[in-house]
């Protein structure tokens, strides 16, 4: 049968691919333990399960969704409360938020919206795999801005030349950031909202770790800039402050016009989300704020953890201030492929190459906080086992 073009540009889903590694050697009877897979293990919480079972039993919400598009007006205030509370941000429910089957299918109906094929699209290198696939999809050109530990792993503007910035028509930005853990400042969306306005780009700021931040970081939104709803939308996500990425709801925020865009794309492509799971999220944003402390307790801990083991095998590790994520550099002079290689091989622990999000995020590994915390123990004790011959320490 014949696979569309566009598809061929795209390489298997990574974490798709992982799954099927560790299943492989799960098969052989291999004990692995990925620590690759950002997927909270926690359970929801029960306010949010007790909503859904409720809603769920009113024949009411068997039908269509309310609102197929654009969520339940019910649901788009609640968002719109929780964005006053959390980050003073004011929005309009009616015409500036809209209800997502999550953030990832957000991107995806944010490019569609807004770009047309042949046009540039700027994201950061590295970055989440899905924003490359949604630009490709869309017959977009991805753009990759460098983002380097010097810079806090925040893009330099500056280093975008303005013909490409002329061409461009949209930018995915995700902080706290997926893979890095950094978290950007009011002042660098300053310079975004800046950027954007003079060369006339549609900004998609990801904001799935709101939340996850540590060491009295605040959580942030682009969308407290001044001038943010004018150039572009905040996505983001019930999936990790809740520990509700299986039940897949999201929002998107910002710019009415945009916000109409992917309303008219979801329109025509889904009918939106049960209702019965926008009453669990609205009973998730009204009546379960304590996970999130809760969490982050657990990922303080976790995230102490392994620092305590890499620096005690010879790292000089600070770890990033956001997300459930720790970027860790490979030992000197290995690559990120031979450095998980060697963790899967001497340790059966299963970590995601750095080079899988681009080039410049080759030089580190990705470690997941989102583990039983004794299989984490686990897996330290394991690594711990590796010799400083093997992980090429020479002190
Ligand atoms: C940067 C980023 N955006 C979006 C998502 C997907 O979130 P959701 O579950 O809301 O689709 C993830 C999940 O890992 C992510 O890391």
């Given at each position: 049968m014949q696979i569309a073009e566009r598809l061929r540009k795209i390489p298997p889903y990574l974490f798709i691919e992982l799954r099927n590694k560790i299943n492989q050697a799960r098969a052989a009877g291999i004990d692995v333990i990925s620590l690759a897979i950002g997927d909270p293990v926690e359970p929801t919480p029960e306010p949010i399960i007790d909503a859904l079972c409720t809603a769920a039993y009113n024949q009411e919400n068997h039908r269509y969704p309310t609102d197929e598009e654009k969520g339940m007006l019910a649901f788009r205030q609640a968002v719109a409360d929780w964005y006053r509370d959390r980050y003073a941000v004011q929005l309009d429910p009616e015409t500036e938020v809209l209800g997502l089957i999550g953030s990832k299918e957000g991107c995806h109906h944010f490019i569609l919206a807004v770009v047309n094929p042949g046009e540039v699209v700027l994201m950061t290198d590295p970055g989440y795999p899905a924003y490359r696939a949604s630009i490709l999809m869309a017959g977009g050109e991805p753009y990759n801005m460098a983002i380097r530990a010097e810079d806090n792993f925040l893009p330099k503007f500056e280093d975008v030349s303005s013909d490409v910035a002329k061409k461009a028509t949209a930018m995915f930005l995700n902080y706290p950031n997926n893979p890095t853990g950094a978290v950007a400042t009011p002042e660098f969306f300053a310079k975004l909202v800046e950027f954007a306005r003079t060369y006339d780009i549609a900004v998609c700021h990801d904001n799935p770790y709101s939340e996850i931040v540590f060491d009295g970081e605040k959580p942030l939104s682009f969308?407290?800039?001044?001038?943010a709803k004018d150039v572009g939308v905040e996505l983001n996500s019930l999936s990790k402050p809740f520990n509700?990425?299986?039940?897949?709801i999201g929002m998107a925020m910002g710019n009415p016009d945009l916000i109409r865009g992917i309303a008219k794309v979801k329109g025509n492509t889904d009918s939106g989300i049960f209702n019965a799971i926008q009453y669990a999220g609205i009973a998730a944003l009204k009546k379960c704020q304590d996970n999130i402390p809760k969490m982050l307790d657990i990922y303080s801990r976790r995230r102490a953890q392994v620092v305590e083991t890499f620096n005690g095998l010879g790292w000089n590790y600070t770890p990033p201030k956001?997300?459930?994520y720790l970027w860790i550099p490979t030992p000197k002079g290995m690559s990120s492929l031979d450095f998980t290689t060697l963790l899967f091989e001497k340790a059966s622990v299963v970590v995601a190459a750095g080079a899988a999000y681009g080039?410049?995020?080759?030089?580190y590994i990705r470690i997941v906080l989102t583990v039983p915390d004794d299989r984490l123990t686990e897996a330290l004790e394991r690594i711990k086992r590796i010799t400083n011959y093997e992980l090429r320490i020479t002190n």
């Open positions: 969308l407290a800039t001044p001038g509700m990425t299986g039940w897949r956001g997300t459930f080039e410049y995020g080759e030089g």
